[in-house]
C-alpha cells in the first residue's frame, strides 16, 4: 500500500508517537536536574514501558544521553538520568553586521561549541560577496562541528534591518541592503546543513530579534517580559512578552534606532533625523569620546572607552553620559507604551553598562509614569555580544527539541 493512503489507525499511531517522544524530550530539556525513567513517567503520565521504549529512541537517536546517578542514600541502584545530549544535532548561528562577520555552533544542551568572529567594514561590500564570506566561515565550522561528532541540523541568519517571512532584507540601512534576497543568494552555495525534516534549512530574522531571544532562553528564572536593546553602529531591540517574542504586525517591530531623541537633530541613514543611534549608536559614542573609529575595530573601541571611563576620562565619562541620556529617553517612551519592568543591554552595550545604566535609569525616573511604585530594572546582557549569534543557532536546535521525530526519520 502507498505511504500516502497508510490507515487512519497508521497515522494517529505515528502521531502519537511524535507527540510522545516531543514530550519526554521537553521534559528533558526543562528538567533543573537529570531526571530518571520513573520521573519522566510521573511527570508526562505515560506508562513506564511507554517512556522507556521514547528514550531508547532518543538514545538511539542521539538527542539525550545518560548521566551518571546522583548518590542516594539507603538500599537499591539508583537510577541514571537523562541530559540533552553534547553529540549529534547542533545548530548553526551566522551573523551579518556591520563591521563584523559570526558564525557559532550551539548543541542540543545549549553549549557553544563553535564561534568564529570576522571583523571588516562591511558597507562597502556587495551583499553576495558579504554573504559568500560568511558561507566560507560557515564551512570552518561545519568541519569542527564534525570533528566534535555533531551534526548541523539548520541554519539561521541574523541580520540588522527589516527580514519578511520569504527571508528578503527589505532594508538594512546601515549596511546599504535594500530589497536583498539572502535565501536566493545562498542557494548557489553548497549546503550550510544536513537536511532534517520538519526544519527549515535556513531561517533570516532580525538580529535584535534573535539576541532577545538568546537572552530569553539563558534569563533568571521569572523574567518573561523584557526589552533587549542590541547597541552595535545601528540599534534595534527585540521585545519579549510573557515568554514569547513580540514581531509586529510584518515581523518589523523593535526599531528602537530610529525613535527620535532630537526631532531636529542629525540626519541619519534611515532618511530621518534625530534617530537615536545617532547619537547613542557605536559610532556615535567612540566619536564623541575622541576615539577615531576608523583606527580601531569597534570591539578594540569599545574596550578602550571602557578603560578610559574606569580611569576617570572626562571625554568617555561625557560621551557615555550624554549616549546613556539619548537612550534613556527612547527607553522610557518604550516602558510607558508596553509596561515593561526590566531592560537588558546588549551588544556592545553589555560591556558599557555600568555607565550607561545611570543615566538610562535616571530618565526612566523622570519621564516613565509609574516608576515611583514599579521601577524599572536594567542591567547587562548575560550573552553580550554574543547573543544574536547564539540566539540564532540556538533557535535551530529548540525547533529539534520541539519536534524530534524529524530527526530521529533522518537519523534512522
Known sequence: MSPTHAPAGAARQGSLRELNLALVLGRIAAADRPPSRADLATATGLTRATVSAVVEDLLAGQLVSEADPAPRAGAGRPARGLVLADRGPAGLGLEVNVDYLTVCVVDLAGQVRHRTVHRADLRPVAPADAL??????????????????????????????????????????????????????????????DE??????????????????????????????????????????????????????????????????????????????????????????????????????????????????????????????????????????????????????????????????PPVLAEIAARVLTAAWSPVTVRPSTLGPEAAAVGAAESVVRRIVARPAGWLSRSG
Open 196 to 357: 532534517v525534516p520538519g526544519v527549515p534549512a535556513l531561517v533570516v530574522d532580525n538580529e535584535a530579534n534573535f539576541a532577545a531571544l538568546g537572552e530569553l532562553h539563558s534569563r533568571p528564572p521569572g523574567l518573561a517580559s523584557f526589552l533587549h536593546i542590541s547597541g552595535e553602529v545601528g540599534i534595534g531591540a527585540g521585545i519579549v512578552l510573557d515568554g514569547a517574542l513580540f514581531r509586529g504586525v510584518r515581523g518589523w517591530s523593535g526599531e528602537i534606532g530610529h525613535l527620535p531623541v532630537h526631532p531636529q537633530g542629525r540626519p541619519c541613514r534611515c532618511g530621518g533625523r534625530g534617530c537615536l543611534e545617532q547619537y547613542a549608536g557605536q559610532e556615535a559614542i567612540v566619536a564623541a569620546a575622541g576615539l577615531l573609529r576608523a583606527e580601531l575595530p569597534a570591539d578594540i573601541a569599545t574596550a578602550r572607552l571602557a578603560e578610559l571611563a574606569e580611569a576617570g576620562d572626562p571625554d568617555a565619562l561625557r560621551a557615555l553620559h550624554d549616549a546613556g541620556t539619548a537612550l534613556g529617553v527612547a527607553v522610557a517612551s518604550v516602558v510607558n507604551l508596553l509596561d515593561l519592568d526590566t531592560v537588558v543591554l546588549g551588544g556592545g552595550y553589555a560591556p558599557l553598562a555600568p555607565w550607561l545604566c
Open 132 to 193: 559568500a564570506r560568511l558561507v566560507d566561515l560557515a564551512g570552518e565550522a561545519r568541519a569542527d562541528a564534525a570533528r566534535q561528532g555533531l551534526t548541523l541540523a539548520g541554519a539561521a541568519l541574523a541580520v540588522p534591518g527589516l527580514v519578511d517571512d520569504a527571508g528578503l532584507v527589505r532594508l538594512a540601512p546601515n549596511l546599504g541592503w535594500r530589497d536583498v534576497p539572502v535565501p536566493e543568494l545562498l542557494s548557489g552555495h553548497p549546503s550550510l546543513t
